[in-house]
T-cell receptor, first 114, second 116 residues
Framework: ETGVTQTPRHLVMGMTNKKSLKCEQH?????MYWYKQSAKKPLELMFV???????ENNSVPSRFSPECPNSSHLFLHLHTLQPEDSALYLC?????????????FGPGTRLTVT | AQSVTQPDIHITVSEGASLELRCNYS??????LFWYVQSPGQGLQLLLK??????LVQGIKGFEAEFKRSQSSFNLRKPSVHWSDAAEYFC??????????????FGPGTSLSVIP
């Protein structure tokens, strides 16, 4: 595997389910990000982990719970979601330097909440 | 506050025609600027970036962009569009954050359609 991978690619879940999204980066980066991409809306930054520590939580509802067990893996745990949470969830990684800001994205998980 | 605008929501061009996608940013210091492309069902792929130096930067897939500080613009161009260029294009600016992570602000995107 190369780059940033995400599983599953598609997920359909009911409002009472619990599921998790997984992201893995094979680039040796030390920062990872979760973004939400909804139709007709700009990309929304949800969470940032820098050196495995959460450094940004962009007013995201508690029904979304991130986890970063090590610098290569990032999870997004989902529970009691709402239909408006249906979106493409993108994971990204970068190498912290303060001078590049390049982020590398995975293909995303298309989430549908029924 | 920092922001990125892309005035064109949707653009349609004929295959072989030239393309220019517009991007304007609002940021006080010298910006780190990017263009990303997203094909249907895929994540974002970096096309090119500007940090400093030559204001005309070359990217992948035959794209280039020009940084114009006086106009706060970073427009993306391609001399001859291919059908495979149909996708969503995002302009973005990198800004420093106290908490030491690479914050990138994305524009709303421009959807490109290519007709044969």
């Amino acid at each position: 595997e190369t780059g940033v991978t995400q599983t599953p690619r598609h997920l359909v879940m009911g409002m009472t389910n619990k599921k998790s999204l997984k992201c893995e980066q094979h680039l040796g980066h030390n920062a990872m990000y979760w973004y939400k991409q909804s139709a007709k809306k700009p990309l929304e930054l949800m969470f940032v982990y820098s050196l495995e520590e959460r450094v940004e939580n962009n007013s995201v509802p508690s029904r979304f719970s991130p986890e970063c067990p090590n610098s290569s893996h990032l999870f997004l745990h989902l529970h009691t979601l709402q239909p408006e949470d249906s979106a493409l969830y993108l994971c990204a990684s970068s190498q912290l330097s303060g001078t590049t800001y390049e982020q590398y994205f995975g293909p995303g998980t298309r989430l549908t909440v029924t | 506050a920092q922001s990125v605008t892309q005035p064109d929501i949707h653009i349609t061009v004929s295959e072989g025609a030239s393309l220019e996608l517009r991007c304007n940013y609002s940021y006080g210091a010298t910006p780190y600027l990017f263009w990303y492309v997203q094909s249907p069902g895929q994540g974002l792929q970096l096309l090119l970036k500007y940090f400093s130096g030559d204001t005309l930067v070359q990217g992948i897939k035959g794209f280039e962009a020009e940084f114009k500080r006086s106009q706060s613009s970073f427009n993306l161009r391609k001399p001859s569009v291919h059908w495979s260029d149909a996708a969503e294009y995002f302009c973005a600016v990198g800004v420093p954050v106290k908490t030491s992570y690479d914050k990138v602000i994305f524009g709303p995107g421009t959807s490109l359609s290519v007709i044969p």
